[in-house]
């Protein structure tokens, strides 16, 4: 499984003291970014040179425990599914004692950029993504 | 139902273009803090005053339609549960054109601010958030 | 004067319990993007139809107090120097009680999409910054 | 030199295509919450336990160069002055070509949390700053 480490920076945290809900799906995303640019589809790649974008249609999040300013988090990433025009990503946050604290999922349709049609996932990502699911 | 507008702020986009996804639940947020301060629940008198937080255990939200910068929207919050130690809120997301861009919800439970286990919901917040339902 | 009025949201603040100081600037940014709007410049517009950026080469703030979630703030806008390239853009922020909690400025340069090589400010644009200034 | 290393993120950038002027002060502070980590000082600690807050009254960035999505930049931390009750840290930022694309600065002062008053730096940190610049 893809892992991704971050440590919660005081900014991802509210006056309530724990990270602020959302920031649990921006690091989910952050884990995202970091395995497709590992597996060659890096943003700096799929914005400038490809045809076609990745949006996210819909996100799910559970908070299983706060965290705070310092904890270090560890992201472990899973295709869930690989549709036509569709791809999920699952993930599960840990904490430094291996906690479970957090999960959620992303769902991605590939999408023409020109158009802002939706279109078949493009083979070359296709294989990538069912690389990793293996 | 109540509502809240804002804008879509530069910052609020990526190099895709578009409303960055986790911003859409920040947003929701925005919205539900704003609903909350109305009906007497602010969070400055929530952090400062109250023995209880408030803490989001699952959130989620649907993207139906592209934002971009200088997107006038409004968020409709409805009450959808009331639980005996947790409550659910519904967003539902329109653009200037009063087309649905978005959805989501977030669900929250209520825990004691020393001993961090969760509690019945307080009398004065439960009759505060059934006057909404209504 | 351009004056921008918020509110401190939740996830603007930090566990320490106040404003995150690079919210200060980002807020300062949603006031300059609003003046702009206003002054036919807005970013939707400047972004997919204008040959030249304006991005910002220097940004400083100052924190005079504290500021705490559901604080309004009012940012005042003003144009503080118009050059040959570039300008400047002064903010001073109030709060509540008209008491002033920060300042702040941004220095902008014209810049050619394509080339990305420094341009003169063009002829509409100084127009209308202009008569901000007056 | 402390030096903190980071990538940019998507959420880091905005429509324009490069990263939004307020990250820049953001990943300053990221820097800044290491090197304190590593001397003693981590946030967790400094909101918990100690008597005092480490507030920023004044912050600058200068930028020199865009930053995309991808890039990984590594910031230098320094500590420019020691006063009596305040101290400034500078930063400077370079992209993996060793270019400097970016340097920030942030003043700091020592307030005592209950009264809010300014406060002589303590000893414990003065020491600690000062064990940073030689």
């Known amino acids: 499984m893809y892992t991704y480490s971050t440590k919660i920076k005081l900014h991802e945290t509210d006056a309530a ?5 959302s920031h649990q799906l921006k690091l989910m995303h952050d884990a995202y970014e970091s395995l497709l640019e590992k597996i ?6 799929l914005i400038r040179k490809k045809p076609y974008f990745l949006p996210i249609v819909h996100a799910e999040a559970d908070y299983d425990a706060p965290l705070f300013v310092g904890d270090v988090i560890t992201i472990g990433v899973t295709v869930e599914r690989i549709g036509k025009t569709s791809f999920t990503f699952a993930y599960t946050i840990t904490d430094q004692k291996k906690r479970r604290v957090g999960a959620g999922k992303t769902v991605h349709v590939t999408m023409n950029k020109k158009t802002r049609n939706k279109i078949s996932l493009p083979a070359e990502l296709r294989t990538a993504i069912e690389k990793i699911k293996k």
Chains 1, 2, 3, 4 share one sequence.
């Open 17 to 21: 003291g724990l990270l602020f809900f």
């Open 40 to 45: 060659g589809f890096g943003f700096a790649d």
